[in-house]
C-alpha cells in the first residue's frame, strides 16, 4: 500500500488569516469546556470567570493591557528577526538579562541618583544586555552558519542559571531569607491612568511597535532585511551584506526582548526574582505567528494573549481549578493555534 | 526505450527519443548540458514518468513509478552527484533499504558478496570505511558496487569521469570493459569526445531533446561528433554596427578560483574587454565559465591573480564595490538568484539601487526612507520599455513566466548605468522571440559604448554576437579567436578539449 501524505504551501487570503486564529481559540475553549466539566465545574461558570479576569472592570482591563507588553515587545522582535529569515527561540533569555540590567543599575545608582534618569539609564541598559544576548547568536550564525535556534535556547538556559546566581549573589535582597529576590528598586514606570496598574511601557510598546513596521516596510534597512530573508542568494549578488543583517536583526530581536524584561521589572514587580519569566519569551513566539511576523497585527495579536494569561489566572483562584488545569487550558489553545496556522498556510493531501 | 517525450516548464527535454541497448555493449551518450541526456536517463531509472513513450526491458514493456521498480527490473544509475550517506559505511550504505539483511543486519554475507564482486571487477572498496574519509573516485567505485549489489542488468553512468583524475578513468574504462565481457548494457552519459571514442561500441548523439546522430564507434570521427553535438543554428539576422573599442573595461591576469568539489575550477585565466565590444566565452558549461564570472562579481574570491575594472583593482573588493563601480550581472540563475520571487516587480527593478537618490532618502545614519511613488514610476517606465508583460508592478515577480522574468532582469541591469556588462546564459530556455529580443538588447549595449562579457554554452549565439571569442576548457582558455576566422569544426574541438592553441595565440586577440 503506497500512502503519501504531501504538503504544499498555499497563497491564503487575508480572511483566512484573520478567520484561523479565531477558529482555533474557539476550539480550544470548546475541549477545555469539555475538561472542565469533566473536573467537575460548570463551563459557564469557568469561561465566565476566564472573561471577567481579562476584562471584567476597568482595573481588569488594564492588567490586561499590562500584560501585553511583553508580549508586544518580544512579539515584533521576534517578527523582525524572522522577516529576516533567522529563528529568534531566545526572546526569553534575551528578556531576563534585561530584566538583570535594569535591576543591577537601579540598585547601583538609586541611592544618590533621581530615579527618571536611572529608568533611562536601564533603557538603554537592557536594549544593549538584550542585544548583546541575541547578538552573539547571530554572529555564531552569520560567520559560523551555527543554528540559531540550537544557540538561542541554549543561551535562554544560560541566562536564567545566571539569574538564579546573581539573586543568591551580588543581586540578593539580604532581608529576604527565603525566597532569593532583589532588593526593592526605585526606578519605575509612570502610571498613566491612575487609579491602575497601567504604565507608561504601555505607550512605549505601542510606539516601538510602529517604528518597528515602519523600519521593516518603509526604510531600505527593511528592504534589505526581508530580502535577505526571502531569498539569501540574491541578496548577496544585489551587494547586500548578508552576514551584517543576520547580526543585526538579532541585536535588534534580543534589545527590543531585553527592553520587555526592563519594563516588566520597573512596571509590574519593582524587584527581580527568579519566576520574572515563566516562559513568556516561548509564549512571545505564538504572539508573533498569530500576528503573522506583521507589527500592527501584533498588536491585537499581543492583546489576546494577554487576555489569555489574566483570564487563566482569574480562573483558576475563582473556580479553584488547578494551576496545572488552568496551564493546560492556555497549552491547548496554543497548540490548536499553531495547527490552525499550519492548516492556513499548507495544504494537505492524503493518498 | 522508444519515443519518450518529456516536458517540463517552458522546455522540452525530450522530444521523441528512443534508444536502444543491447547486453554486451558500452552505448554512450553525448551532448551538451541540457542536451536531455540526463533527463532521458532519469526517466529510464524511474525518478522522472514521461509525458509519452515507451520503456521495454528485455522484451517486456514496463512503467516505473520509482528508482525500486527501476532496480527490481535490473537497471543500476550511478549519478553525477553521488547518493550516499557519509556518516555510514561503505557495506551500510550499499545494503541501505535492502529488505532480504532483515533487522538485526547479517553483515557477514553482505561483506562476503561485496567482495565477490570487486574481486570480479577489479573494484577495490574497504567495506569497512566511512564515506566521508573516501575519495571522489572511490565513492563512485562504491555507487557501482551497490548497483551490481541489486543484481543491475543495465549500468548508466551520469558524467562518471567528471570527479575522476586521469588514472581513475582509465581503470573505470577498464572495469567497464568487463561488465560488457559479463554480459551487461552500459550507457554512458558524456560531453567528452575522447572519451566516447575510448570506450563506446555505439554513439547516440542528442541536442536539444532530440536525437541528431545514432552511429558505431569504428564510423565515427571526433570532428564529425563535435559537429553534431554543437550543431548549427540559423541565426535571425543581427544588425552589428561598428565600434570602435574604447578604454579598458575589464582586464583580468592569471585568475585562479577555487571551485566547489574543492579543486581550482579556474586556472590561470587572463582576458580583456574594452568599451564597445562583446567578448563571448565560448564552452561546455561546467568547464569555469561560472566561477570566473562569481570572481569577476566578487561573489567569489580568487585564489591568485589580478582583477581590473576601469583601471581599479577589484580583487578584494565587494559585490557593493563593483556595483558601485558599474558593472551589471545578468546571472544564470535566474529565479534563484536573479530576482526575489516574493518581492513586487518594482521592487525587483531597483534592488540594486533602492539605497540610492531618487529611490530613498536619509532620516537617520544609514537608514533612508523609500520613496515608494518613485520607485513605481521608474517601474513603469521599465516595463514600457522592456515590454516586460505584467499586470501591475506591484504583482509579486513569482507570477511572471520565465521570458519576463529574464526581461525585468534585463531592464534592471541595463538601466542602471553601468558599463561593464556581464551577461551569463542569457537566452537559455527561452522562446525564440523573447531570445532574438535579448540578444538585440546586448548589442544595443554594445553600439551605447558599453562592454559586454557574454557567456553562453550555445556557440551559434557566442559566435554571431561577439567582437571576440575565448573558449573555456577544465578551467583554462585553450583557445581565443575572432570569430569567422575559425571553422565550426575547429570550434568545436576547442570546446571538447581535442585541440588547444598556444598562449601566445591567444594573447594575440588582446593587441
Known amino acids: 500500500m503506497d500512502l503519501k501524505i504531501k504538503v504544499e504551501e498555499r497563497e491564503a487570503s487575508l480572511f483566512t488569516f484573520i478567520l484561523t486564529p479565531i477558529i482555533a481559540f474557539l476550539f480550544a475553549f470548546l475541549v477545555g469546556g469539555i475538561l472542565m466539566e469533566w473536573a467537575g465545574v460548570s463551563p459557564v461558570d469557568g469561561y465566565s470567570a476566564f472573561l471577567g479576569g481579562a476584562f471584567g472592570s476597568p482595573r481588569k482591563l488594564a492588567d490586561t493591557l499590562v500584560r501585553m507588553v511583553p508580549f508586544l515587545l518580544m512579539g515584533v522582535g521576534i517578527a523582525l528577526s524572522n522577516r529576516g529569515n533567522v529563528l529568534n527561540i531566545g526572546a526569553e533569555g534575551q528578556f531576563i538579562m534585561g530584566a538583570i540590567a535594569a535591576t543591577w543599575i537601579s540598585m547601583l545608582l538609586q541611592d544618590f541618583t533621581p530615579w527618571p534618569i536611572i529608568t533611562v539609564l536601564a533603557f538603554l541598559l537592557s536594549l544593549g544586555a538584550g542585544g548583546i544576548w541575541g547578538g552573539i547568536a547571530g554572529y555564531l550564525k552569520a560567520k559560523m552558519g551555527i543554528n540559531e535556534v540550537v544557540t538561542t535556547v541554549m543561551m535562554n538556559w544560560l541566562a536564567f542559571k545566571l539569574l538564579q546566581w546573581l539573586l543568591r549573589g551580588p543581586l540578593k535582597n539580604p532581608e529576604s531569607e527565603m525566597w532569593p529576590m532583589s532588593p526593592h528598586i526605585k526606578a519605575k514606570m509612570p502610571i498613566v491612568i491612575p487609579g491602575t496598574r497601567l504604565h507608561l511601557g504601555f505607550i512605549i510598546s505601542i510606539l516601538i511597535a510602529y517604528l518597528t513596521y515602519y523600519l521593516l516596510f518603509k526604510t531600505n534597512m527593511g528592504f534589505k532585511l526581508r530580502a535577505c530573508g526571502k531569498n539569501p542568494f ?71 494573549f494577554g487576555a489569555i494569561y489574566n483570564g487563566v489566572v482569574y480562573l483558576q483562584a475563582t473556580t479553584g481549578l488547578s494551576y496545572t488545569f488552568s496551564k493546560a487550558l492556555e497549552g491547548m489553545i496554543y497548540i490548536f493555534v499553531l495547527i490552525s496556522e499550519l492548516l492556513a498556510r499548507y495544504r494537505i493531501r492524503i493518498g | 526505450m522508444r519515443n519518450i517525450i518529456k516536458r517540463f516548464p517552458g522546455v522540452v527535454a525530450n522530444d ?21 541526456k540526463t533527463t532521458l536517463m532519469n526517466i529510464l531509472y524511474g525518478l522522472y514518468k514521461p509525458d509519452s513513450g515507451e520503456i521495454i526491458v528485455s522484451g517486456k514493456q514496463v512503467s516505473f513509478r520509482s528508482p525500486r521498480d527501476a532496480i527490481l527490473n535490473g537497471i543500476g544509475m550511478v549519478h553525477q552527484h553521488f547518493m550516499l550517506i557519509d556518516d555510514f559505511t561503505v557495506v551500510e550504505n550499499i545494503i541501505l533499504g535492502l529488505s532480504e539483511f532483515g533487522i538485526i543486519i547479517d553483515f557477514k554475507t553482505a561483506i562476503r558478496r561485496i567482495e565477490e564482486i570487486s574481486r570480479k571487477f577489479g573494484l ?75 570506450v563506446a561500441d555505439r554513439i547516440v548523439v542528442l541536442r536539444k531533446g532530440k536525437v541528431v ?47 566547489d568539489k574543492g579543486v581550482p575550477a579556474v586556472k590561470d585565466v587572463s582576458l580583456q574587454l574594452r568599451c564597445g565590444e562583446i567578448l563571448g566565452i565560448a564552452g561546455i558549461a561546467g568547464n569555469g565559465q561560472k566561477e570566473l564570472v562569481e570572481a569577476i562579481y566578487g561573489l567569489r574570491s580568487p585564489i591568485k591573480g589580478t582583477i581590473k575594472i576601469f583601471g581599479y583593482d577589484m580583487v578584494r573588493g565587494t559585490v557593493r564595490d563593483r556595483i558601485l563601480r558599474g558593472i551589471s550581472l545578468i546571472p544564470e540563475e535566474r529565479i ?14 531597483v534592488l540594486e539601487q533602492v539605497d540610492f537618490e531618487p529611490f530613498s532618502k536619509p532620516i537617520l545614519g544609514s537608514i533612508k526612507k523609500i520613496d515608494f511613488e518613485k520607485i513605481n514610476r521608474y517601474a513603469e517606465k521599465l516595463i514600457k520599455e522592456f515590454n516586460i508583460v ?70 551559434s549565439e557566442v559566435l554571431s554576437l561577439s567582437d571576440k571569442v575565448v573558449v573555456m576548457y577544465e578551467g583554462e582558455i585553450v583557445g581565443g579567436f575572432k570569430p569567422d576566422t575559425l571553422s565550426l569544426e575547429d570550434v568545436g574541438l576547442l570546446m571538447a578539449g581535442a585541440k588547444r592553441m598556444s598562449r601566445e595565440e591567444v594573447a594575440k586577440l588582446w593587441t
Open chain 1, 234 to 304: 540574491s541578496a548577496k549578488y544585489a551587494g547586500y551584506n548578508v552576514e551584517n543583517m543576520i547580526i543585526l536583526s538579532m541585536i535588534i530581536s534580543g534589545g527590543l526582548a531585553g527592553l520587555a524584561g526592563s519594563i516588566e521589572v520597573m512596571g509590574v514587580h519593582h524587584f527581580l526574582y527568579e519566576g520574572i519569566s515563566v516562559g513568556l519569551g516561548y509564549t512571545a513566539i505564538i504572539v508573533s505567528l498569530v500576528g503573522k511576523d506583521h507589527p500592527l497585527a501584533i498588536i491585537p495579536s499581543s492583546f489576546i
Open chain 2, 16 to 36: 521523441d527519443v528512443s534508444i536502444e541497448v543491447y547486453p554486451g555493449e558500452v552505448l554512450a551518450l553525448l551532448g551538451e548540458n541540457g542536451a536531455g
Open chain 2, 124 to 198: 577495490q572498496v574497504d567495506p569497512y570505511r566511512k564515506i566521508w574519509q573516501l575519495s571522489a573516485g572511490e565513492k563512485q567505485r562504491v555507487e557501482i558496487v551497490k548497483a551490481l549489489f541489486r543484481n543491475a542488468k543495465i549500468l548508466i553512468l551520469d558524467e562518471p569521469t567528471s570527479v575522476l583524475t586521469p588514472q581513475e578513468s582509465e581503470a573505470l574504462f577498464k572495469t567497464l570493459r568487463k561488465f560488457v565481457e559479463a554480459g551487461m548494457a552500459v550507457i554512458f552519459i558524456t560531453h567528452k569526445l575522447q572519451e566516447v571514442m575510448a
Open chain 2, 213 to 259: 546522430g545514432r552511429l558505431r564507434r569504428e564510423e565515427a570521427t571526433i570532428p564529425q561528433l563535435a559537429r553534431m553535438m554543437v550543431g548549427r543554428e540559423v541565426l535571425f539576422k543581427l544588425e552589428k554596427k561598428p565600434v570602435t573599442p574604447g578604454k579598458k573595461a575589464l582586464e583580468v591576469k592569471g585568475l585562479w578560483v577555487m571551485g
Open chain 2, 336 to 349: 534563484r538568484i536573479g530576482i526575489i520571487p516574493d518581492f513586487s516587480t518594482a521592487e525587483n527593478l
Open chain 2, 390 to 459: 505584467t499586470p501591475s508592478p506591484s504583482t509579486r515577480a513569482a507570477n511572471l513566466s520565465g521570458g519576463n522574468i529574464q526581461r525585468l532582469i534585463l531592464a534592471r541591469e541595463l538601466s542602471r548605468g553601468s558599463d561593464l556588462i556581464i551577461a551569463e546564459e542569457p537566452t537559455a530556455g527561452l522562446d525564440v522571440g523573447a531570445t532574438e529580443y535579448i540578444r538585440k538588447l546586448l548589442l544595443e549595449a554594445r553600439s551605447n559604448g558599453k562592454a559586454v562579457l557574454l557567456v553562453s554554452g550555445e556557440l
